[in-house]
């Protein structure tokens, strides 16, 4: 089973935007996807702060086959690290319509 690791906005969105990355992540795998997702890695976890949930994510993302950018990812510090880092390491990227392609 592949792998994808979802990137987007969180910081000064209500509820850091969890609801949308949730319910990704569950369409996601209902499509047999094996999905990493920020929220989970850092669940009550996330009062560490930025530096330390990045870390635990990029950890999480160099064990990724592909990367799944949510909406407004462009306006989030994080997931444009996660995707130069994704395209870096030559991961797919995951689009809307559940296909995989090279970046």
């Avoid at 395209?87 to 809307?96: A, I, M, N, P, R």
Wanted: hydrophobic share 45%; with cysteine; net charge neutral.
């Amino acid at each position: 089973m592949k792998r994808v690791y979802l990137a987007g906005p969180m910081t000064g969105l209500p509820e850091l935007n969890f609801p949308a990355f949730r319910a990704e992540a569950e369409r996601l795998r209902a499509t047999g996807w094996d999905v990493v997702s920020p929220v989970e890695i850092n669940h009550g976890l996330e009062h560490e702060g930025w530096n330390a949930c990045m870390r635990r994510d990029v950890a999480a993302l160099v064990t990724c086959d592909a990367i799944r950018l949510l909406d407004g990812w462009p306006k989030s510090r994080g997931a444009r690290i996660e995707l130069q880092l994704a395209k870096d390491l030559g991961l797919q990227w995951l689009k809307s319509d559940g296909i995989a392609v090279d970046m």
